[in-house]
């Protein structure tokens, strides 16, 4: 029997939690079954319970005390942790039937999504046919304010390529709180960020300001201990397009948009989940209980 399942994946702050609590609210009210599953060692309060909380497995809190860990190295730790006691996912996962929808919510720490080789570890050991065999996707969220300032959405960006290049698993972009951008950008201009290409840079309105302001680009070889003149440099400047270009030659990266406030938004995204993980098509048809069928 397949599982189902989605990993809320990205950067501090992004909006990773809201967005499942908003996704199990709006299963609920369709009538469709969530299994919750908090991976972040540190997060202390939710919407809704988890169904499995990986804190009953392991505290970060006495991980930092124990071993004299600070919170990122504690959190990697933890996850080392759960990498060897994989039985607290299986026993928990192992009876599930494929109307559930596993929503995975993860922490934010970056180094998990670039360069560290446990999650693809645990994302095989999600996927893996004849064991627990979850067809999972990946939905990486970036914080849809990003788009005010091109530098920092083209790091992200990067970041979220990084995430779809490191696990093997059908992977869908959110750019999220989309609610705090509206009226900030017009909707034409706001369509360029979907598919992100390096005419972005073109118009950078933190570059226009800096210009405006009089602060021209800043020689190359300004003093590097400027943190203004770095980060307004020549050669800060040379590094975004040298990003951009890499994100566009890759051409991998797209984004849905996302408003956990705005119900469609949130229904949206889920049709996009479930089409990458071909819910719909496994579910075997329902019957109605029989006052609804008379209605
Ligand atoms: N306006 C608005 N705020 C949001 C939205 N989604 C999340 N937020 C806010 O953004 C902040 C961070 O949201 P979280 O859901 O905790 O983000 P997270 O990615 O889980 O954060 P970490 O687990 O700490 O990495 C909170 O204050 C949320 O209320 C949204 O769609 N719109
Ligand atoms: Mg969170």
Known sequence: MSKFGVMVM?????????????????????????FYINLDPAAESFEHTPDLDIKDLISLEDVMEEMKLGPNGGLIYCFEFLMENLDFLTE?????????LIIIDMPGQIELYTHIPILPTLVRFLTQPGALD?????????EGTFVVDRAKFFAGTLSAMSAMILLEVPHINILSKMDLVKGQIKKKELKRFITPDASL??????????RKAGLE???????????????????????NEAVAGLIETFSMVSYLKLDCTDEESVQSVLSYIDDCIQYHEAQEPRELPEEEYDE
Not at 15 to 22: E, H, L, Q, W, Y
Not at 201 to 210: K, W
């Open 134 to 142: 979850i067809r999972l996707c990946a939905a990486y969220l970036l």
């Open 92 to 100: 928990a996962l192992d009876s599930l039937t494929e109307e559930y």
């Open 201 to 210: 840079l073109e118009d950078d309105p933190a570059d226009i300001a800096r």
């Open 10 to 34: 990205g950067p501090a702050g992004a909006g990773k939690s809201t967005f499942c609590a908003s996704l199990i609210t709006h299963l609920q009210l369709n009538r469709r079954s969530a």
């Open 217 to 239: 680009v800043v020689p190359q070889n300004s003093n590097p201990k400027d943190k203004d003149a770095v980060m307004s440099g020549a050669t800060f400047k040379r590094l």
